[in-house]
Nanobody, 122 residues
Framework: QVQLVESGGGLVQAGGSLRLSCAAE????????MGWFRQAPGKEREFVAT????????YTQDSVKGRFAISRDNTKNTVYLQMNSLKPEDTAVYYC???????????????WGQGTQVTVSS
């Protein structure tokens, strides 16, 4: 069982930056691949980025590649999403999730946080 709590969301102007954090409770954090997803109003939840348990492998959605970066600190049981050059279309609720292996598929993730709102104003 893994409990996840996101933080770091907020309101930012276009072009600005935010860093989301997701703190996990559990002694086996490093065994899990972690992912970030987002869901905008009226849209389906979509994949943003994922990172392997060791942190050596990362995958990022094309629409945010070069602007967003996922990382993790296993000593702190925390995964991060650094978001730069934010655009209004990045506005969404951002969720972190845990899976047995890296995946861009929503169905691969067994554990989810409650989400944190990111709003980018134009």
């Amino acid at each position: 069982q893994v409990q996840l709590v996101e933080s770091g969301g907020g309101l930012v102007q276009a072009g600005g930056s935010l860093r989301l954090s997701c703190a996990a409770e559990g002694r086996t954090f490093a065994n899990y691949a972690m992912g970030w997803f987002r869901q905008a109003p009226g849209k389906e939840r979509e994949f943003v980025a994922t990172i392997s348990g060791s942190g050596r492998r990362t995958y990022t959605q094309d629409s945010v590649k070069g602007r967003f970066a996922i990382s993790r600190d296993n000593t702190k049981n925390t995964v991060y999403l650094q978001m730069n050059s934010l655009k209004p279309e990045d506005t969404a609720v951002y969720y972190c999730a845990a899976a047995n292996s890296v995946s861009s598929s929503y169905s691969s993730y067994a554990y989810w946080g409650q989400g944190t709102q990111v709003t980018v104003s134009s």
